[in-house]
């Protein structure tokens, strides 16, 4: 599977790069600078292409079969680039996928997003983005993946998660889990359409995957 990643120089991408390196899928990494490249090419990228989801990406997205948007201005960015990034520039791409035929699309967003207004003030403008963009992703007739991951932080992944399709139960996960649930995620069809919470826990990834 040819699968263009949105967001692919963020850690979260750099990670899934990594995983995909050893697999059987193609990872075409969307970059906006030429220089970030070759060290995105070591990391497992078969190819990259400058682009920026604010504007037109579908020349970048020509001949994939899928689509992981983990792309993000982050929750301590304004309000202005929070919605051109996680908003605006995810239903861009929804849009352009559409358009083009790319029926797979997996979404990154975050716990939460379903209840803003139930986080943390601070994040509030950040997780009414996200959960915008969930809303329309679920809407587009694509074949979503939504995935809300708990508290990101830079621990070394255990390979170990915890899901549920109900539960807003709060935690932590490394970004390289995430990255790894992503990867499961792409060969996985009981996730098509389907919206789920994941912090670290007891099962492999796998097998949680396969539990949803």
């Known amino acids: 599977m040819h ?10 991408g750099q990670h899934l790069l990594q995983e995909m390196a050893d697999s059987d899928h193609e990872a075409r990494a969307l970059i906006r600078h030429p220089d970030q490249g070759p060290d995105l090419q070591k990391l497992g990228a078969t190819e990259t292409v400058v682009g920026d989801l604010e504007h037109d990406c579908s020349e970048a997205m ?8 983990t792309a993000g201005s982050g929750p301590h960015t ?3 680039k929070t919605i ?4 605006d520039g995810a239903i861009r791409l929804i849009d352009t996928a559409k358009a083009m035929g790319i029926k797979r699309f997996i979404m990154v967003s975050a716990l939460r997003a379903e209840n803003p207004d139930e986080g943390p003030e601070k994040l509030q403008h950040y997780l009414w983005a996200k959960r915008k963009a969930d809303d329309y992703l679920k809407a587009s007739g694509l074949d979503y993946t939504i995935v809300r991951p708990g508290r ?6 255990t390979g170990r998660v915890a899901v549920s399709a109900t539960s807003s139960e709060l935690g932590d996960i490394p970004r390289e889990d995430v990255a790894k649930v992503l990867l499961a995620v792409l060969d996985a069809d009981n996730t098509h359409r389907l919206v789920f919470d994941v912090i670290s826990g007891e099962t492999s990834v796998a097998e949680a995957v396969a539990s949803l």
């Not at 699968?3 to 979260?12: E, R």
């Not at 990101?152 to 992944?157: H, M, P, S």
Request: aromatic share 6%; glycine share 16%.
């Open 78 to 80: 304004g309000p202005d």
């Open 152 to 157: 990101l932080t830079n621990e070394e992944g």
């Open 3 to 12: 699968v263009f990643i949105a967001g692919a120089n963020g850690q979260i």
């Open 84 to 87: 051109d990034v996680d908003q």
């Open 62 to 69: 020509r001949g994939c079969d899928a689509v992981v948007f």
